[in-house]
């Protein structure tokens, strides 16, 4: 069974940083893609940033190029480093992991089979 465990959420001001990990332990070896998702209250789940097994990695274009997001596979870890937060940026973080290789299906969280359980990013004065 594959876990994903996210951690590095908190509250940050305008301008801040974060770093954001995700954990993936279990039958790792079956995992290709790996994304980073977010939702705020009231809103739907949408896409930040996927990893294709390739290397390849897209944005959303909210991120404009202030988030990064990459992966250590030694470490079965997938990272999101976020500067210049904007208080819109406030929403519970998850991590999502897929076996599949479609660059197109990057940024589409239907496409992915494994979730972790979030964790929460405010952006506040």
């Known amino acids: 069974e594959m876990r994903l465990v996210e951690s590095g959420g908190g509250l940050v001001q305008p301008g801040g940083s974060l770093r954001l990990s995700c954990a993936a332990s279990?039958?790792?070896?079956?995992?290709?893609?790996m994304g980073w998702f977010r939702q705020a209250p009231g809103k739907e789940r949408e896409g930040v940033a996927g990893?294709?097994?390739?290397?390849?990695?897209k944005y959303a274009d909210f991120v404009e190029g202030r988030f990064t997001a990459f992966r250590d596979r030694a470490k079965s870890t997938l990272y999101l480093v976020m500067n210049n937060l904007r208080p819109e940026d406030t929403a519970m973080y998850y991590c999502?992991?897929?076996?599949?290789?479609?660059?197109?299906?990057?940024?589409?969280?239907?496409?992915?089979?494994?979730w972790g359980q979030g964790t929460q990013v405010t952006v506040s004065s």
């Open positions: 990893i294709a097994p390739s290397g390849i990695t």
């Open positions: 279990g039958i790792t070896g079956s995992v290709a893609s």
């Open positions: 999502a992991a897929g076996s599949w290789y479609d660059t197109t299906w990057l940024l589409a969280h239907a496409k992915y089979t494994y």
